[in-house]
């Protein structure tokens, strides 16, 4: 059995990443699959005997059973819950390190998959927070983990209650806000220097209105073909490498 605080990371390569990245103390119990390939079996057995860690062997209808038929790939690591950033603990930090930040909020995204592709394109243009709400959005679980491919362990993400509020807040803090939409300006003269901060709106609805209001600058990004959006988690990599750009200038 696992504890009721367990998470699940799964899939080979989010599997070893995490086993080679986190203490001891993030993971509870590593399941691997009998018969499993035997340079990969040895592999994880030395990675979890080097931390001590308890290592099940199970048939590969458990793993199944585990992980809701995600493609574990012969491996599961039960983990502790996982961990949020705390908000203004971070910002102090960037702050007496004279940084200037670049932080990614998130407006109710609700797909999974879609929050794990964004944080592993936050992690390669050097994001340095990500902040999305409590409510009404998914939160950090083993499937954002396996699509984020281990990007989950090295960006802080921080959970607020009320994005307006927390906008309102970063922009006393010298924060310019920026959005997506349709009538924005062209993405390709947004200028990202600076403290600042990007706005993703949910996938179907976009920013809410009330958040929309406290944008200083809306971007948009051109479309010449025939469908007038691009799923969010492409267009926040697309966003972000314009960011990496002209904050390298």
Excluded: C
Excluded at 31 to 52: I, M
Excluded at 81 to 97: H, I, P, V
Excluded at 173 to 179: L, P, V
Aim: hydrophobic share 40%; no cysteine.
């Amino acid at each position: 059995m696992t504890s009721n605080n367990s998470e699940f990371v799964f899939g080979r390569h989010a599997g070893i990443d995490f086993l080679k990245t986190q203490g001891a103390n993030r993971i509870n119990k590593v399941f691997l699959q009998q018969g499993v390939q035997q340079e990969f079996a040895n592999q994880v057995v030395a990675l979890a005997k080097s931390k001590g860690l308890i290592i099940q062997n199970v048939p590969k209808n458990k793993l199944d059973r585990l992980v809701d038929g995600g493609n574990h790939q012969g491996l599961v690591l039960a983990v502790a819950s996982f961990d949020y950033a705390d908000l203004d603990t971070l910002l102090d930090k960037f702050e007496q390190e004279n940084h200037e930040p670049f932080i990614l909020m998130l407006d109710s995204i609700e797909d999974p998959h879609n929050l794990g592709s964004i944080l592993r394109s936050a992690d390669a243009t050097g994001v340095d927070l990500v902040i999305i709400p409590k409510r009404h959005a998914t939160g950090l679980t083993s499937v954002v983990a396996k699509t984020s491919t281990g990007a989950i362990d090295y960006i802080p993400v921080a959970r607020v209650n009320n994005l307006v509020q927390t906008t309102t807040m970063l922009k006393k803090r010298g924060f310019w806000i920026f959005g997506t939409d349709m009538k924005g300006t062209d993405y390709r003269q947004w200028n990202a220097k600076g403290k600042t901060v990007l706005v993703i709106g949910n996938e179907g609805k976009g920013i809410a209105p009330l958040l929309k209001k406290q944008m200083d600058q809306m971007l948009t990004l051109p479309m010449v073909g025939h469908v007038q959006s691009l799923n969010a988690s492409v267009a926040t990599g697309v966003l972000l490498y314009q960011m990496l750009t002209s904050r390298e200038k």
